[in-house]
T-cell receptor
Framework: EAQVTQNPRYLITVTGKKLTVTCSQN?????MSWYRQDPGLGLRQIYY???????DKGDVPEGYKVSRKEKRNFPLILESPSPNQTSLYFC?????????????FGPGTRLTVT | GIQVEQSPPDLILQEGANSTLRCNFS?????LQWFHQNPWGQLINLFY???GTKQNGRLSATTVATERYSLLYISSSQTTDSGVYFC???????????FGKGTRLSVIA
């Protein structure tokens, strides 16, 4: 089954404790991205990657890191989480060249930073 | 950047009623998607519809790209249709999606 998976689905952590949210897709998509969703602010892009070893900032990259060492994986790293990073996070992927450009989303990760 | 506006922001329906949700966007696009976010927070792909009309069961969507709008039709609504409906378009070309603020639908039995 074609899908985007994220882990963990739920995470409660404390300020300053480094964490990684994993994202993996099995559709051989070149393009992957991370979004966060907050009440009243909607979904906003954090980082995206056009292909392996190519990443770029989205609208709200501060406090986050990403890496793209393999085509299928695109982990989101919070080096020193803070309470304002409490949010619902989504990973997404799609093909890059030739279309269709339908984007597929993972199930989401609910992160709480206390 | 491109602007995406959805209407209405909130909608309450009796089970069995029909509804039309609208998405306006400010620039030409080569991609438009409709999503349903269920009460558990999951984003479900409904339609990938840069132009034309598609149907999937009780749901259908139409995008008129030249006039920069898309419509999502829900017929014979059910309580399981409740949630938030988003449309999304790319900034341009291959860039990430920009989401509208959504339409929150509540279907009452």
């Amino acid at each position: 089954e074609a899908q985007v998976t994220q882990n963990p689905r739920y995470l409660i952590t404390v300020t300053g404790k480094k964490l990684t949210v994993t994202c993996s897709q099995n559709m051989n998509h070149e393009y992957m991205s991370w979004y966060r969703q907050d009440p009243g602010l909607g979904l906003r892009q954090i980082y995206y990657s056009m292909n392996v070893e190519v990443t770029d900032k989205g609208d709200v990259p501060e406090g986050y890191k990403v890496s793209r060492k393999e085509k299928r994986n695109f982990p989101l790293i919070l080096e020193s989480p803070s309470p304002n990073q409490t949010s619902l996070y989504f990973c997404a992927s799609r093909t890059r060249a030739g279309g269709p450009y339908e984007q597929y989303f993972g199930p989401g990760t609910r992160l709480t930073v206390t | 950047g491109i602007q995406v506006e959805q209407s209405p922001p909130d909608l309450i329906l009796q089970e069995g009623a029909n509804s039309t949700l609208r998405c306006n966007f400010s620039d030409s696009v080569n991609n438009l998607q409709w999503f349903h976010q269920n009460p558990w927070g999951q984003l479900i792909n409904l339609f990938y519809i840069p132009s034309g009309t598609k149907q999937n069961g009780r749901l259908s969507a139409t995008t008129v790209a030249t006039e920069r709008y898309s419509l999502l039709y829900i017929s014979s609504s059910q309580t399981t249709d409740s949630g938030v409906y988003f449309c999304a378009v790319p900034y341009s070309g291959n860039t990430p999606l920009v989401f509208g603020k959504g339409t929150r639908l509540s279907v009452i039995a």
